[in-house]
């Protein structure tokens, strides 16, 4: 029996339909909405204002005489995104490294611990780590007593410099078991033969792993570092809940910026400022990652 | 006959209906002692006075509360009645998200309550909540502390606080003078306001509605909350006040400024409290100050039954129901024949109902509270984290506040 042309799109209904409801739809609302002035308490009075919010995010400075608040904000997540996500891709390739050789014993038992920090709901990881982190009741202060490497108490939420590092290590954490159980699952798919024929080659270990172990797990690498740093982009919960954005502004990366200008800062900010914003972070991961992805395909070839 | 008797019973049918039709949605905050059992027998004591009529209340969490208010105006999908932060209400009022209360609130309603707990609900000469929740708070101390260091008397004015800070103060044993709050939280803005106000300093003057965050008085207000933070825990800019009740709880502090509640906790710990009102500074002629914090119940702009609506209202602020509230939460009364309850005659109540007379409103004539709260924050963390001196950071929060009161 001949399937019929319009068979495959009757099967594809059902995806259309939710992509355009779900990313399509929202997406063209955003933009819409960026070209307005109006409050969510008042969201029947549109005042159209054409691009004076995408102005707006280059020109408002209230809170620092050398940058806008958007690009203060974006400076932040550059950095931080950086940070949290170059630790993610190090400690997840060591960490799946680990569990890949065959010295280590008890690798389920370690698997499964290291599915915890993902099975937590993100709020409640970063309320743990919240007083983790404490300067008075913490775990982190009272080993680094005790170990003798401070005398007095340090609180590591509370100074910018420590903030900041603070809340990208808290977000690698919880981003960490994606990264090793895909990166291991990399390397469980590298037959075992290339290893041996290198090592009759006379090869040493590092040069199996540049050699070898990278060039193989490279696809893999390329994809969970891509999602990686789109979710850490987006990264929300954990700052907010650790510092609010805070000390002064020494953690307020573009979503916390975005929340604030949306919800908070009814003055200065309003719904078409923050679309203005959300609008400029679309563009800038989606260019981000085509950039990556060619570069890094480039080297491919 | 028989047609009559089917008329009648159709007519009685859609009559039951109609009334059981009737739904008030009704949000609510959690969180402290706010808790869902607590305020849902609100709900419950109306529906049953008031038969087909479904009360449904949602709660939120206190710090989601402002988003989801915001939120559901987005979505036109506003609770009928909310409870809301007094000092929200310009922002509210000023965007039509409020129904004003003055053809409803009674005079003998009125007159129920302290008349200077109304000047936190009236904003451009009209009535935006009924009083819900009041606040005033004091210096808890610790007298195991005080004792142990030669303190003898509670401190009178800034200088002899600083001096008994000092003295308690023993980082090496982890003991604190002072507790304080520094975080990007609501609850900072109010702790530093203690001392502007006890200052006879004021964020705006209510009556011009002009900046006063860089006087003299604030000025002097935060160079002194900066001097009196050598003495506090470390990393003050990640402690709300909230928490700081863990710090008094556990022996750690010598003294800091709280709610009731807090007290009566720290007592069922063990700790032997004591209490004094927070002093006059150096540039105020009153001899104590307190700021004063008003929640109260609003009516949504978008309800479409507004007398049920003040009904419930009207249910939620009896006599006897807000003395079950405050007793329970452990709150000021707002009402005068409250104060007159047995539970607010205790010791432990006194400093604070006493408090209301060097009263100073929280937010009298601020417009945006959220957006001004987050320009002082700024200013207070930048002077304890020395990135600022307290004359430029508060002439910097002052430019912004001028900007939200245009």
């Known amino acids: 029996m001949k399937a019929k042309k319009s ?33 969510f308490l008042n969201p029947s009075h549109k005042i159209w204002v054409g691009w004076f919010n995408y102005k707006w995010l280059f020109t408002f400075k209230l809170y620092s ?61 970063a309320m743990i780590w919240y007083w983790t982190l404490n300067g008075q009741f913490g775990l982190i202060n009272s080993l680094m007593i005790h170990l003798h490497i401070t005398s007095e108490p340090f609180a590591f939420l509370g100074y910018p410099t420590s903030a900041f590092i603070s809340t990208f290590v808290v977000d690698a954490w919880i981003g960490l078991p994606f990264m090793v159980i895909m990166l291991l699952s990399g390397l ?43 979710w850490t982009f987006n990264s929300f919960a954990p700052i907010w809940i650790l510092t609010r954005g805070g000390p002064v502004t020494a953690t307020t990366t573009l979503p916390i910026a975005i929340y604030n200008t949306s919800f908070r800062y009814l003055t200065f900010g309003g719904v078409g400022k923050a679309s203005a914003m959300t609008i400029f972070q679309v563009l800038l991961v989606s260019s981000l990652s085509l950039i990556y992805i060619k570069t890094l395909r480039g080297g491919e070839s | 006959m028989k047609k009559v008797w089917l008329i009648t019973a159709l007519v009685l049918a859609i009559a039951i209906v109609g009334v059981a039709t009737q739904t008030l949605t009704v949000l609510m905050p959690i969180g402290g002692g706010y808790t869902i059992e607590s305020q849902e027998v609100l709900a419950k004591g109306f529906e049953q006075t008031h038969p087909g009529v479904k009360v449904n209340m949602e709660f939120v969490g206190w710090a989601n509360l402002w988003n989801k208010i915001i939120t559901s105006f987005g979505a036109n999908n506003a609770p009928d009645v909310m409870y809301i932060a007094s000092r929200w ?38 009535y935006w909540g009924v009083p819900r929740a009041m606040s005033t708070k004091v210096f808890i101390y610790n ?102 009740i863990k710090l008094f709880e556990a022996g750690k502090g010598g003294m800091y400024i709280d709610h009731v509640h807090n007290a009566l906790k720290a007592m069922k710990a063990g700790i032997d409290v ?19 914090v008003v929640d109260c119940i609003s009516m949504s702009s978008q309800t479409k039954n507004k007398e049920l609506a003040w009904e419930f209202m009207n249910y939620m ?33 006194k400093p604070y109902i ?20 987050n320009a002082i924050l700024n200013a207070i963390q930048s002077v304890l984290l020395n990135q600022s001196t307290p004359q430029e950071a508060l002439k910097k929060a002052a430019q912004t506040i001028a900007i939200l009161q245009k």
């Open chain 1, 7 to 39: 068979t495959p799109y009757v099967f594809l209904l059902p995806l259309i339909v939710a992509f355009g409801l779900f990313l399509v739809y929202p997406l063209a609302k955003v933009v819409m909405d960026s070209f307005y002035k109006f409050s």
């Open chain 1, 65 to 125: 005489p050398t940058y806008s608040y958007f690009i203060g904000a974006l400076l932040k997540t550059v950095i931080w995104v950086g940070g949290s996500v170059g630790l993610k891709i190090f400690l997840g390739l060591g960490g799946a490294l680990l569990l890949n050789s065959e010295f280590l014993k008890g690798k389920k038992f370690y698997r499964t611990l290291l599915i915890i920090p993902w099975s937590i709901p993100w709020a409640m990881s």
């Open chain 1, 188 to 230: 469980q798919t590298i037959p075992k033969h290339l290893y041996e024929a290198a090592t009759i080659d006379g090869a040493g270990d590092l040069v199996k792993f540049a050699k070898i172990t990278l060039p193989m797990i490279k696809p893999v690498l390329l994809t969970v570092s891509l999602l990686s740093m789109v």
């Open chain 2, 89 to 126: 209400i310009p922002a509210l009022a000023s965007m039509g998200a409020l129904t004003p209360l003055e053809n409803y609130i009674t005079v003998q309603k009125e007159h129920m309550y302290y008349p200077s707990v109304w000047s936190s609900l009236i904003y451009d000469g009209h």
């Open chain 2, 143 to 244: 007298k195991k502390l005080f004792k142990e260091n030669g303190i003898t008397k509670v401190p009178t004015n800034w200088d002899e606080l600083l001096a008994d800070a000092k003295k308690i103060y023993n980082p090496k044993k982890g003991i604190y003078g002072i507790l304080m709050a520094g975080k990007k939280f609501v609850s900072t803005v109010t702790q530093f306001e203690q001392y502007l106000c006890a200052n006879g300093g004021e964020i705006v003057d209510p009556k011009t509605g002009k900046v006063e965050i860089d006087s003299p008085q604030a000025i002097k207000a935060l160079e002194f909350y900066k001097e009196l933070s050598k003495y506090a825990q470390p990393g003050i800019t990640n402690w709300t006040r909230e928490d700081l």
């Open chain 2, 274 to 292: 004591g209490f004094f009102p927070i002093p006059g500074g150096p540039d105020s002629n009153a001899p104590y100050s307190t700021v004063v």
């Open chain 2, 317 to 349: 602020s009896t006599l006897k129901e807000q003395t079950r509230w405050d007793t329970l939460q452990g709150f000021v009364p707002p009402m005068i024949k409250e104060a007159e309850e047995p539970e607010f005659q205790k010791w432990y109540w």
């Open chain 2, 354 to 373: 006493q408090a209301l007379k060097y009263g100073h409103p929280q937010a009298a004539g601020i417009k945006d509270w959220v957006s001004t709260a």
